[in-house]
């Protein structure tokens, strides 16, 4: 069965600082990997995707991710992190052609 | 409209009550979901439409939910005689097409059940 893991309920970075937030997958055949961003009362935000190609994913708001087949990873990354990136991210994968499996989710808090 | 609209934005409703969530997806776009987020969890899957043809609805809990997309542009999700456990927020999303696009979702609906 398809799933992936967010390993960290929350990361703290310092403002100016690079920020990861980790994810990893377990997925029968090729991964279609996700990120997504939920603000204090608002939806699900997409942030980028992976479905082949590149390994580094260039995404919304200067996010990146890094696919990584070999650990299975799919890790966020932000070279300098602002307070307003504070928010909850969900890792997902494509289960089949159109379901999503999320992550629990990391809440990211950026302090100024 | 620019986004997917929901309605309403909260539901308080008493333990046994019907209530009814409404999606109004971007328009023209052909695919559906709906999805249910528990408190500290992360979305999990309910049912998905492709225009008006519901072509999976494995993840709906139990028979006391029910999707319908009568024309192939506005959803609704009814939810007969409610209980606790069904407390959550319920997101849609839509999609132009299936597979590989990112997804835009609604706001949500917050329903709590006392």
């Known amino acids: 069965a398809q799933s992936v893991a967010q390993p960290e309920d929350q990361v703290n970075v310092a403002e100016g600082n690079p920020l990861t937030v980790k994810c990893t997958y377990s997925?029968?055949?090729?991964?279609?990997l996700f990120w997504y961003v939920q603000y204090p009362n608002r939806g699900l935000q997409f942030l980028l995707k992976y479905i082949t190609g590149d390994n580094l994913v260039k995404g919304s708001y200067g996010f990146e991710a890094e696919f990584n087949k070999s650990q299975t990873s799919f890790h966020l990354k932000k070279p300098s992190a602002l307070v307003s990136d504070s928010a909850l991210y969900f890792c997902a994968v494509f289960s089949g052609t159109y379901k999503y499996i999320f992550g629990t989710g990391t809440r990211l808090k950026v302090l100024a | 409209g620019a986004g997917v609209s929901q309605s309403p934005r909260y539901k308080v409703a008493k333990r046994g009550q019907d209530v009814a969530l409404r999606c109004d997806p971007i328009?023209?776009?052909?695919?559906l979901f709906w999805y249910q987020q528990a408190l500290g969890q992360g979305p999990e899957f309910l049912t998905y439409?492709?225009?008006?043809?519901?072509?999976?609805k494995s993840g709906l809990p139990s028979d006391r939910f029910f999707a319908e997309r009568p024309e192939g542009s506005v959803s609704t999700l009814k939810i007969q005689r409610t209980q606790q456990e069904d407390s959550a927020v319920y997101l849609c999303?839509?999609?132009?097409?299936?597979?590989?696009?990112?997804?835009?979702f609604g706001s949500g609906t917050r329903l709590t059940v006392v």
């Open positions: 997925v029968s055949g090729n991964p279609y």
């Open positions: 328009s023209g776009h052909v695919s």
């Open positions: 439409f492709q225009n008006e043809a519901q072509l999976d």
């Open positions: 999303a839509s999609s132009p097409r299936v597979p590989h696009s990112g997804y835009t």
